[in-house]
């Protein structure tokens, strides 16, 4: 069957296709009580949708949401909270020839041969058009975990990566690639414009961290606070790798240089550092929850590709249509709700047991 349903005590169900009516989202086992408006969720939308400058698709969608259910008097019932968003700006005719064959790095294939049939209109369910109902559904999470602060941001786009040196938390919403080195971002108009114009894509690497997280969140084995992110993180659409602190980093390092050195504090253990990104054993440590997701090329390009048609025979492809020269860019708030999503299922599941 097709699993469409994330979370234990806090899930969420997406629904819809990039070319239907509309998409969205149901959010199942929030608490009640909990202030929540359009309003509120509006600004992440806003954040993540289409057509706000050159180096993104020039899909133009709103992005409105509407609350249908779970919300009475603006506040959270604790029943199903849905949401939903309309798409008014598709345009099928541009994927005539997705139709007849297959594009390499999608899953026009795969999706053929599991069920022998697919929406081939924008790539259907496989659309990163759902990422829109994630980004909904985080705006949700966030309300249930108002003690963490969450933020993404783009490390490196083609290869070319940011000074750590100069990060800049500030910088991060001033540029239009949620770089917090605006030097990078300089270097990055050029490289993203020069991609675009020739047809073709580039490859990003996405960074999150969560501040605030307290001591305790996750479990021993199989509801791991890593394991959790890294299931939801690579979830996202063209997300190839995940990283959890260090992550491979680790495998070069030694056992004492890679600890994190504990020293007594006032509030708690006072760390040296943070190689394990804030998770030990599978639990939350008390310090910054970090990761790092590599997001592929996007496969949807101008330039000619061999591939197959449905009966077997060979073809060429080009993409026709409007799509993100980086899907990494764009990619960054669904990283953050992502995080949001997986932190508040903590929250949730620790209060279950603990108390």
């Not at 479990?219 to 939801?232: M, N, Q, S, T, V």
């Not at 999503?341 to 620790?350: E, F, I, N, T, W």
Request: hydrophobic share 40%; glycine share 12%; proline share 6%.
């Amino acid at each position: 069957m097709s699993w469409n349903t994330f979370g234990r005590v806090f899930r969420f169900t997406t629904w819809g296709e990039s070319h239907g009516p509309a998409l969205g989202v149901v959010v199942d086992g929030c608490p009640p009580g909990l202030a929540l408006s359009e309003a509120d969720i509006q600004p992440f939308l806003d954040a993540r949708k289409p057509g706000q400058n050159r180096y993104t698709t020039q899909r133009r969608e709103a992005d409105e949401v509407r609350i249908l259910s779970g919300v009475f008097e603006g506040r959270t019932t604790g029943t199903p909270i849905s949401l939903m968003i309309e798409n008014t700006d598709q345009r099928s005719k541009d994927y005539s020839e997705v139709a007849k064959a297959y594009r390499p790095g999608h899953a026009d294939y795969t999706y053929d041969a599991k069920y022998g049939f697919r929406d081939y209109r924008g790539g259907g369910r496989s659309s990163a058009r759902e990422t829109a109902a994630r980004v909904a559904a985080g705006a949700v999470a966030r309300l249930v975990v108002p003690e963490v602060s969450i933020t993404g941001y783009v490390e490196a786009i083609g290869g070319d990566a940011i000074d750590p040196a100069a990060f800049d938390a500030g910088a991060i919403r001033d540029n239009p690639f949620w770089c917090p080195d605006p030097a990078a971002a300089a270097r990055w108009e050029s490289l993203v414009d020069d991609a675009r114009k020739a047809g073709s894509s580039l490859g990003a690497v996405v960074g999150c961290r969560a501040e605030g997280v307290p001591a305790g969140w996750g479990a021993p084995l199989y509801a791991k606070l890593d394991a959790e992110l890294a299931a939801a993180m690579m979830s996202i659409n063209a997300v190839k790798g995940v990283e959890i602190g260090d992550g491979f980093a680790a495998a070069a390092n030694t056992g004492e240089g890679n600890a994190d050195a504990m020293r007594p504090g006032s509030e708690g253990p006072q760390f040296a550092a943070n190689h394990a990104g804030g998770i030990a054993g599978g639990i939350s440590t008390g310090q910054p929850v970090t990761c790092r997701l590599a997001f592929k090329p996007t496969s949807s390009i101008l330039t000619p590709v061999e591939t197959i048609d449905r009966e077997g025979n060979a073809a060429e492809i080009v993409t026709r249509g409007r799509h993100d020269p980086c899907v990494g860019i764009r990619g960054t708030p669904v990283v953050e709700a992502m995080m949001a999503l997986v932190l508040a299922d903590q929250k949730l599941l620790h209060r279950a047991q603990c108390g």
